[in-house]
């Protein structure tokens, strides 16, 4: 059974989630502040996270910080801080997905269980050297793409971030997020994100099936639905 934490200093809102998530089949946990959550973390073992930004003592962004590099499952922001400079922090922070406070219900609910689909999915396709979605196809051990079977020829830039892309499927990704996984830190400008995602999209996505701009966020790979 998939096991879910909940960290919200909100308890009313914290079970209410809670027992829409049980509904589901899914197994719950709440804590109200970031340092029990961060204590969760260490000795437990979870298919998602769900953080509050203000919380006491830690924050939800600090949370999230301290925990992104030894966890692996999708962290999702629940908070009322909706600004569009919010959602940057959190996604900066390593998080998945960020969901404004009033939120739909059965929204959030869908979210989690997308969110966790696609970890499961990407658990598979970890394995292997050939990552596919749609008519698209990578091939990590020789950097080669192919699109409805016919070779893309990409620069080894355009191929990593491809490849960071597919990886991350679904998922909102910020520019400083993908700058730092492509490139680096002390390479050059953010702003090189937008010139190779556009030589991307030229190159395999000119429809703009795949590569989907989030306003003001920054990317997202999302294959069309069959």
């Not at 966890?71 to 600004?83: D, G, L, T």
Request: aromatic letters at 8%; charged letters at 25%.
């Amino acid at each position: 059974m998939s096991k879910i934490l909940i960290a919200d200093d909100d308890r009313s809102i914290a079970e209410l989630i809670s027992d829409a998530l049980t509904d589901e089949g899914f197994e719950t946990e709440i804590v109200s502040d970031g340092d029990e959550a961060l204590r969760r973390v260490s000795g437990g073992t979870y298919s998602l996270i769900l953080l509050d930004i203000m919380m006491p003592n830690t924050d939800g962004l600090e949370v999230c910080r301290r925990i992104r590099d030894s966890v692996s499952c999708p962290i999702i922001f629940v908070s009322a801080k909706n600004r569009t400079i919010d959602t940057l922090l959190g996604l900066g922070m390593g998080a998945d997905d960020y969901i404004a406070k009033p939120f739909v219900l059965d929204e959030l609910v869908a979210r989690v269980k997308a969110h966790i689909r696609r970890d499961n999915r990407s658990g598979v396709q970890a394995s292997s050297n050939v990552i596919r979605a749609g008519e698209i196809e990578i091939r990590k051990d020789t950097y080669e793409a192919y699109k409805n079977g016919e070779r893309v020829a990409l620069s080894t830039r355009e191929f990593q971030l491809l490849q960071f892309l597919m990886e991350n499927e679904g998922k909102v990704l910020s520019r400083d997020q993908i700058f730092n996984a492509v490139w680096g830190q002390g390479y050059g400008d953010v702003g090189t994100v937008a010139v190779n995602i556009k030589n991307l999209r030229n190159k395999i996505d000119i429809e703009g099936t795949y590569i989907k701009t989030v306003w003001g966020v920054g990317y997202r790979f999302s294959p069309p639905q069959s």
